[in-house]
């Protein structure tokens, strides 16, 4: 019927025979997150729009092209949520709940983008995800991936999935390589594409995020990041694989 009324493009309905595999699905994550000690948060799913133009950064494909912004009756700009540790943080700081104190955070729930709809990607999504606050050695990142690593195991898809570590490194080894990668990129700017050109001189690490065959062939040559780590990231680095 031509008149009737149907779910938006990219949001799916999730029917009664459905509902039994995605509680299964988040009784175990309730129940592996509970063992190594996190707590559940729940966020309101709109945001101020400023809070995601501060922490992914303005210049971003999910700030300028993937997020639901609109204008609420008041005039303020408000943001259905498009990924979870923003709001997360958000809340922490709020309530008070970061403040010279350790935590271990979880939340789950729906997110929203703006894509191409396809097999696998839809503009809701589900999200679940994990923060730790006040540890900063290399067993709060263990503790992540073998987190997760456990969850892979109890969902039966561990053979399916692969661990590729990588690491920033510090700030000032973060901004040695920034300053290494705008350097290496100026000699290409006339055939990089119009948003990695912009994002040269305001972000440079955004660029290594580009979707952009012919951007990506260059970034083929680029400097490689772990060759501007200092020390203490190296020892970081080092600290973690050997936790694992």
Not at 143 to 165: M, N
């Amino acid at each position: 019927m031509a008149n009737t009324i149907q779910a938006i493009r990219g949001m799916n309905d999730l029917l009664p025979e459905q509902s039994p595999a995605w509680q299964q699905v988040e009784a175990v994550i309730r129940r592996v997150a509970a063992s190594y000690g996190y707590s559940e948060i729940r966020m309101p799913v709109l945001e101020s729009t400023q809070l995601f133009k501060r922490s992914i950064g303005e210049v971003t494909d999910i700030v300028e092209k993937e997020m639901y912004t609109f204008d609420d009756r008041n005039g303020e700009s408000v943001t259905l949520r498009p990924e979870g540790t923003a709001s997360c943080v958000r809340a922490g700081n709020q309530h008070g709940l970061l403040y010279n104190q350790i935590q271990r955070l979880w939340y789950m729930g729906p997110m929203f983008r703006y894509e191409r709809p396809q097999k696998g990607r839809y503009r809701q999504f589900h999200q679940f995800g994990i923060e730790t606050f006040g540890l900063e050695s290399a067993d709060a990142d263990a503790e992540v991936i073998l987190l997760s690593a456990r969850l892979w195991r109890e969902f039966g898809i561990a053979d399916q999935v692969e661990l590729q570590l990588n690491s920033l490194g510090s700030n000032e080894a973060r901004t040695n390589y920034r300053d290494a990668l705008k350097n290496y990129l100026s000699d290409y700017i006339s055939e990089l594409d119009e948003d990695s050109k912009r994002r040269l001189e305001s972000n440079p690490l955004r660029i290594l995020d580009s979707k952009d065959e012919n951007t990506q062939k260059i970034l083929e040559g680029a400097p490689s990041l772990s060759e501007y780590w200092d020390a203490e990231s190296k020892e970081h680095f080092e600290q973690l694989t050997a936790r694992l």
